[in-house]
Nanobody
Framework: VQFVESGGGLVQPGGSLRLSCAAS????????ISWYRQAPGKSRELVAT????????ANADSVKGRFTASRDNAKNTTTLQMDSLKSEDTATYYC??????????????WGQGTQVTVSS
């Protein structure tokens, strides 16, 4: 199993970023995929989720209306579109299957993540 996140960077408040994640080593198209983030000194949290059929949901109240997850099952990839970014969105972002935070197997399968810094 491998997750490779990309697309992070430095962006000004109010800006946008589009993160990507390439997954391999498992049947991607059958799994609900989630995006997570971890800010310095804080626990990793669930941000958004996209089901195998493409239905997505922003899970964290703080990102509702601003972040949207999507996927391409043919390419085993997922993206996170982040708009109206705020300084509190600064974190390292990861993708994994849904429920990875609580699953003994999947919580060991994190990629390197991609750093997002929102600052003027």
């Amino acid at each position: 199993v491998q997750f490779v996140e990309s697309g992070g960077g430095l962006v000004q408040p109010g800006g946008s970023l589009r993160l990507s994640c390439a997954a391999s080593g498992f049947t991607f198209h059958t799994h609900t995929i989630s995006w997570y983030r971890q800010a310095p000194g804080k626990s990793r949290e669930l941000v958004a989720t996209v089901r195998p059929g493409g239905d997505s949901r922003a899970n964290a109240d703080s990102v509702k209306g601003r972040f949207t997850a999507s996927r391409d099952n043919a390419k085993n990839t997922t993206t996170l579109q982040m708009d109206s970014l705020k300084s509190e969105d600064t974190a390292t972002y990861y993708c994994n299957v849904a429920g990875a935070l609580y699953n003994e197997y999947w919580r060991k399968q994190w990629g390197q993540g991609t750093q997002v810094t929102v600052s003027s």
